[in-house]
């Protein structure tokens, strides 16, 4: 009987018939893998280069090289789209935003334009987006104050409506709304204020003489301008009033000659009060000395004045149409209440 051993397991090397089946993938498709490998790296490096430029901390570590990075992007602005902008100046818009058409879309910071748009004293809050490849939109949301209304010594932004505005005081971009939007004082102002602020707007060249608007009767409205003088305007007709005194500026530039008021409340005539005239000197009479007072400037001439009323001044009436009148009679009250 032949003695029998156990047989061992054999050691070396398994031979396999054919390769493993990610061996086969990779080897059939060794051209796309590269060209997959080769764009999830760029697109790494473009997420890279993104996160940085969004970074504010970047706007002075990385400027430098920032600077050169977006000169090598393709992408540059051609359209910039803005939302909601209506008290905002377009200059001051497009000043905060830090950018124009033509400039790379990646070279400027989004999250620091939008910051120095929300600092405009007339924008509430604001989304500035990059829409790739070559558009900026910037959709703002505006505070909706008209004027400033000043009761019983508070100063207070008021909307179209007369209501108050959310403000936080006078501090900061609110101090700057402030300045810019008119002044109107008295009780009822707030409420009638819409149409005397669309009448001055209609009329830019008296509404940079104007400083306030005084709010007379719950009626009508005294116009105070930069130098002092008063413009009454008549009760419900302030845009045909203003419209008058635009074209009395253009012709006589009225509106910058010494004067104590402009009354009117009269509606085929214009009544102005002058500066009294100082009587003369009579040391001047007696050395000989004349009056060589020249007009200032070249303004034209007003129609002949009329004599001084009884409170001493000269006043002078326009009429509404062409030409001048002169009356002797110092001017009423239009309608009938006592003068102010």
């Known amino acids: 009987m032949r003695d029998r051993r156990p047989e061992t397991p054999y050691r070396g090397p398994i031979q396999q018939d054919r390769p493993a ?8 498709h060794k051209r796309g893998l590269r060209l997959i490998l080769a764009f999830l790296v760029l697109l790494a490096l ?4 993104a996160s940085a430029l969004k970074l504010s901390s970047s706007e002075s570590r990385f400027a430098p090289y920032r600077a050169k990075l977006v000169q090598y992007l393709p992408f540059q602005i051609k359209t910039i ?62 505070r909706s104050p ?19 505005v959310p403000d936080q005081g006078l501090e900061g971009k609110n101090g700057q ?3 810019r939007l008119p002044l109107v004082v008295g009780e009822g102002a707030n409420l009638a204020a819409s149409s005397l602020v669309d009448a001055l707007t209609a009329n830019p060249g008296i509404k940079d003489f104007v400083v ?9 409205w005294n116009l105070t301008l930069r130098d002092g003088a008063t413009v009454l305007l008549p009760e419900g007709q302030e845009q045909a009033a203003l419209a008058r005194l635009a074209q009395y500026q253009s012709q006589f530039r009225l509106m910058e000659r010494p004067v104590v008021s402009i009354d009117m409340r009269l509606p085929d005539r214009m009544v102005i009060h002058q500066t009294p005239v100082s009587p003369p000197d009579p040391n001047a009479t007696k050395t000989g000395a004349t ?8 303004r034209p001439p007003l129609p002949a004045a009329a004599p001084a009323p009884s409170g001493g001044g000269r006043s002078t009436r326009l009429p509404a149409a062409r030409g001048s009148t ?15």
């Open 291 to 298: 009056d060589k007072t020249a007009p200032a400037g070249n």
């Open 177 to 179: 709304a402030f300045i």
């Open 212 to 220: 306030a608007a005084v709010r007379v009767g719950q009626r009508r």
């Open 21 to 28: 089946r990610l061996v086969l993938f990779m080897r059939r």
């Open 46 to 49: 473009a997420g890279f280069g």
């Open 81 to 142: 789209r803005i939302e909601g902008r209506n008290l905002t100046p377009e200059e001051d818009l497009t000043k905060a935003l830090g950018t124009s058409v033509g400039q790379p879309i990646f070279g400027f910071s989004v999250s620091a334009a939008r910051d120095r748009i929300d600092a405009l004293p007339f924008v509430d809050h604001a989304i500035v987006e990059r829409h790739m490849p070559d558009t900026i939109v910037v959709k703002i949301v505006e």
């Open 146 to 164: 008209i004027a400033v209304w000043q009761d019983h010594g508070q100063f207070i932004l008021i909307n179209r409506a007369g209501e108050r």
């Open 326 to 340: 002169t009356h002797s009679s110092p001017p009423q009250p239009a309608d009938g209440a006592p003068e102010e």
